[in-house]
């Protein structure tokens, strides 16, 4: 099946770092995957959508400054948490689908941790 | 505004008791709507979705458009459904944008 690999699983960094993450699907192409937060006992929320060759769209209150994401390749999407502060701290997941009219597929998901 | 409410926080049953998980969503036009499982220690994951209107691991969900509620339901629980399940949408025209409810924990207890 559709397997969607985040990495790493855990960060915990200094504040004032930049830490970025990385979405591969591993056996199929994905000219769409999205990012979500989810803080402790919440749900996920969708930050913004990754597109393959150009920007990504942010969701409304999302700073595109401060988390940068790059779609460089049909199988890759970054995410980069920008001069983290306390307040980023959260787990970030990513997901894919293999196509238009299919399910997405979720990573693991990211713990990031600043001190 | 698009939303989905998930209003129970955690479901305690005994196995073999029926589940309900209940989900209301808000959405004017015509949604897609799934139900996602996350269990112990490992990834969220796709249990089923209104338009393939399939059972999986014995539950089923209906979508009802007058209540605006997507239901989940098992007639007879078992311990290996505990999990956490998340009612999601996709309202913007299939784009793959989801929107998540705030989850229900399930615990089936022996």
């Known amino acids: 099946g559709a397997v969607v690999s985040q990495h790493p699983s855990r960060v915990i960094c200094k504040s004032g770092t930049s830490v970025k993450i990385e979405c591969r699907s591993l056996?199929?192409?994905?000219?769409?995957m999205f990012w979500y937060r989810q803080f402790p006992k919440q749900s996920l929320m969708l930050m913004a959508t990754?597109?393959?060759?150009?920007?990504?769209?942010?969701e409304q209150g999302v700073e595109k400054d401060k988390f940068l994401i790059n779609h460089a390749s049909l199988t890759l999407s970054t995410l980069t948490v920008t001069s983290a502060h306390p307040e980023d701290s959260s787990f970030y997941i990513c997901?894919?689908?293999?196509?238009?009219?299919?399910?997405?597929?979720f990573g693991d998901g990211t713990r990031l941790s600043i001190l | 505004a698009q939303r989905v409410t998930q209003p129970e926080k955690l479901l305690s049953v005994f196995k073999g008791a029926p589940v309900e998980l209940k989900c209301n969503y808000s959405?004017?036009?015509?949604?897609?709507l799934f139900w996602y499982v996350q269990y112990s220690r490992q990834r969220l994951q796709l249990l089923l979705r209104?338009?393939s209107r399939e059972s999986i691991k014995g539950f089923t969900a209906d979508l009802n458009k007058g209540e605006t509620s997507f239901h989940l339901k098992k007639p007879f629980a078992q311990e290996e459904d505990s999990a956490m399940y998340y009612c999601a949408l996709d309202g913007s025209g299939n784009t793959g944008k989801l929107i998540f409810g705030q989850g229900t924990t399930l615990q089936v207890k022996p």
């Open positions: 209104h338009i």
């Open positions: 990754s597109n393959e060759g150009s920007k990504a769209t942010y």
């Open positions: 959405y004017s036009g015509s949604p897609e």
């Open positions: 056996d199929f192409q994905a000219t769409t």
């Open positions: 997901s894919a689908r293999p196509g238009h009219n299919q399910p997405q597929h």
